[in-house]
């Protein structure tokens, strides 16, 4: 209760007023607030090329940022996921998914979620996060490209849900998705691999 009328009166700055995050925060219970500050605190210290302080998330004149909304919390999100805290990652990319951005935004967002469900060895999360990044796949390729000298890099989402579909002994699947990777330019070092593996377990 008290805390609630403190903020009324706070002096709103820093970066949540910079990235209009205000009141994206105050929504949030006092439990989570904390956790979201702590891992924002925690990335200034850890990383010395992070721009800014633990004073600069809620105070001071910032006028510019690099980070779009989904981004920073996304940046809030890695650390958590660094720690070992899953549970906060996973919630804050999932927030993060919630706001406005860019499909590119959703992919970066999206592989990190795929990096946390492979940690935990949870196939249900993993085969989710595949299926929502790979639809999401038209929307970010073109830009995906041009950061990338004009070539797609390795989609970690695609390589995953081939194994997954092998995984599941969905081979003629796994084979479709291996040659649509292909035909889209997507870089698939174990093309070949890959390839004779399921055309082994197809014909056997």
């Known amino acids: 209760m008290f805390g609630k009328v403190f903020q009324i009166f706070r002096e709103k700055g820093g970066l949540l007023k910079a990235l209009d995050l205000w009141e994206w925060y105050e929504s949030l219970d006092a439990r989570d607030q904390k956790k979201v500050k702590k891992y924002f605190s925690l990335k200034t210290i850890k990383n010395l090329n992070f721009p800014y302080r633990a004073k600069d998330f809620d105070s001071g004149q910032i006028e510019s940022t690099p980070y779009t909304k989904r981004t920073f919390l996304g940046t809030i999100a890695q650390t958590a996921l660094l720690e070992g805290d899953y549970e906060t990652a996973r919630w804050l990319y999932e927030e993060a998914l919630k706001l406005e951005g860019t499909p590119y935004e959703a992919h970066l967002i999206l592989n ?26 038209p929307h970010y390729k073109e830009e995906l490209a041009e950061r990338n000298g004009g070539v797609l890099p390795q989609i970690n989402s695609f390589e995953v849900y081939v194994y997954l579909l092998e995984r599941e002994g969905k081979i003629k699947e796994a084979l479709d998705l291996v040659e649509f990777i292909r035909r889209e330019g997507i870089t698939y070092p174990y093309y070949e691999e890959v390839k004779e593996r399921l055309l082994k377990k197809l014909n056997a």
């Open 112 to 137: 990190d979620l795929l990096l946390l469900a492979q940690k935990l060895k949870d196939f249900d999360l993993m085969k989710e996060y595949c299926e929502r990044d790979i639809e999401l796949f």
